[in-house]
T-cell receptor
């Protein structure tokens, strides 16, 4: 079945260092969404990318959607302790109902002050 | 009001109990979801309601019974659960505009089955 994998599973950085998580789908995605879940919290929507090769920025966060629409990345510049949490990518189920999201395996980011 | 609320926040139940989880949103979203999330895992879809009708059931055991009384409310009725059903249960609603989609998640109910 359709799978969405993320690497790394876990990343520990010093505050101020950069961080990147990569998302790879086994199938082409019509769009990719990114969510952040703080420890003990719930997923919060960050962004959606739709176009092949699309790049979007939100302050220190840069999101990319691959040309083949099968991969995506999230890059955080100069991490802060507020960036701690698990970052999930998610895409619609291939060939099925577009209202079903398949979540990636997630990357847990730890930031040491 | 741009939030999804869920009650209760925490629930402990025995395997013979019957309980219900509640979810509410007043954003006018017509798609609502139940997810199950185990520790250190991504949310796993259970049910989707679209315009108050069940549109997706991800082969969830019948001890979980969803209900959508109206466009703002979503319930999940629990009966005869197993300890492995202990998890965070998340409700979400979806905003759609053209190709734009965004899911709003509630804070979740942390369920423990003894």
């Amino acid at each position: 079945g359709q799978q969405v994998m993320q690497i790394p599973q876990y990343q520990h950085v010093q505050e101020g260092e950069d961080f990147t998580t990569y998302c790879n789908s086994s199938t082409t995605l019509s769009n990719i969404q990114w969510y952040k879940q703080r420890p003990g919290g719930h997923p919060v929507f960050l962004i959606q990318l739709v176009k092949s090769g699309e790049v979007k920025k939100q302050k220190r966060l840069t999101f990319q959607f691959g040309e083949a629409k099968k991969n995506s990345s999230l890059h955080i510049t100069a991490t802060q302790t507020t960036d701690v949490g698990t970052y999930f990518c998610a895409g619609p189920r291939y060939g099925g109902a577009t209202n079903k999201l398949i979540f990636g395996t997630g990357t847990l980011l730890a930031v040491q002050p | 009001d741009t939030e999804v609320t869920q009650t209760p926040k925490h629930l402990v139940m025995g395997m013979t109990n019957k309980k219900s989880l509640k979810c509410e949103q007043h954003m006018g979203h017509r798609a609502m979801y139940w997810y199950k999330q185990k520790a250190k895992k991504p949310p796993e879809l259970m049910f989707v309601y679209s315009y108050e009708k069940l549109s997706i059931n991800e082969s969830v055991p019948s001890r979980f019974s969803p209900e959508c009384p109206n466009s703002s409310l979503l319930n999940l009725h629990l009966h005869a659960l197993q300890p492995e059903d202990s998890a965070l249960y998340l409700c979400a609603s979806r905003f759609t505009s053209g190709s734009y989609n965004e899911q709003f998640f509630g804070p979740g109910t942390r369920l423990t089955v003894l």
